[in-house]
């Protein structure tokens, strides 16, 4: 839901929740309120975290409060690879269900969020999609695509960047 969901909207959570899965961020970060609202009324209502959690200490937060029943983890917004790492440690440890997503990045982040799903138990990394989704060029030399059935092989992933267009690209140095 990406956080547009308010009290107001309990009924469409009810109806969501009825097919067993998480809701993606209801709500906007940081209405917790609205949070302890929903799963007083709906205890069915399985949370899965995104935009609220910026760091391992907001994940832990929500943890230790039961705000949140998987997450939906973003590096670039948690700060990169060892806080993602940090953070998939964290939720192997309290057997919290996690999927890496993505942002706005070039074939470069791409890559890296998509080696990082790899070293879930699981690997699953539903929210992710070639950067071509969001840009006409692509830094890497072959960008990343992903088959019909929307996975990408890891050991064909070829990461050259395309030095004349990073050069292009490049806003400061």
């Known amino acids: 839901a990406n956080g547009t969901l308010s009290p107001d909207d309990l009924p469409l959570l009810e109806f969501l929740t009825s097919f067993g899965n998480p809701v993606e961020q209801p709500f906007p970060p940081h209405q917790i309120e609205w949070i302890e609202r929903a799963q007083g009324q709906l205890p069915q209502l399985r949370i899965c975290l995104d935009e609220e959690v910026k760091g391992l200490p907001t994940l ?36 919290i269900p996690v ?23 699981d690997a699953y990394a539903h929210d992710l999609s070639p950067s071509s989704r969001y840009f006409v060029e692509d830094l890497l030399v072959h960008p990343i695509e992903m088959n019909d059935g929307g996975l990408v092989d890891l ?18 140095k």
Not at 70 to 88: D, F, M, Q, T
Not at 102 to 113: C, V
Not at 158 to 172: G, N
């Open 60 to 95: 832990a937060t929500a943890h230790r409060l039961h705000y949140l029943d998987e997450l939906n983890l973003k590096p670039g917004r948690v700060g990169g690879l060892a806080e993602s790492l940090r953070i998939l440690e964290y939720c192997r440890q309290h057997r």
């Open 99 to 121: 999927w890496v997503g993505g942002m706005f990045e070039t074939g470069i982040g791409r890559s890296f969020n998509l080696h990082l799903a790899a070293l879930m138990p």
């Open 155 to 172: 050991h064909q992933l070829d990461r050259t960047v395309d030095l004349d267009r990073l050069e292009k690209y490049t806003q400061k």
